[in-house]
């Protein structure tokens, strides 16, 4: 194969082969990308990029539903909001290192004022050791500053099980 326009180099041997070439004919390697030896992991990449922009993002416009406090704009701040509220709820567990949460089912509602209403839910062990579910509710005030420090966010209320844990 002389023909360079034809042929490029195998990258497992280094040796001619066709450029349309599925498989070395020398070596036998498989020459296609894992995307195209498997597409379904297409479609999970697919998927989990979807749910990430949803979750990032919020996956909805609330601004047509006049003048709502849900709508979500450049300065809010319901992701993080979500994140700290799991700070605070992690604290308050008898077992905070078996705490599980939820990757994207919780609902966070801007209140105004930089004030938020995060609901959701934390599957934890309790004091006898026993794997339970609690649903939650905090209301909690982002500060300023960095949002990812959780300094910088005011507890006001938390709830677990329609327990009032704080204040």
Known sequence: MSNNQETKKCKNCGKDIPKNAKECPHCKKDLRNSIEKNPILTVV??????????????????????????????????????????????????????????????????LGNNR???????????????????NWVVVLQYQGGEEGDQRNWKLEKMVINDEQIYP
């Open 45 to 110: 990449l697919i998927v989990v990029i979807i749910l990430m922009g949803h979750f990032l993002f919020g996956g909805k416009d609330d601004s047509s539903s006049g003048g709502s406090n849900n709508s979500i704009s450049s300065s809010d701040n319901s992701s993080a909001a979500y994140v700290q509220s799991k700070n605070f709820i992690r604290a308050a567990l008898k077992s905070p290192s078996t705490a599980d949460f939820p990757f994207i089912d919780f609902t966070a509602n801007n």
């Open 116 to 134: 938020y209403e995060v609901r959701s839910y934390v599957d934890s062990q309790n004091s006898l050791g026993a794997e339970i579910r609690s």
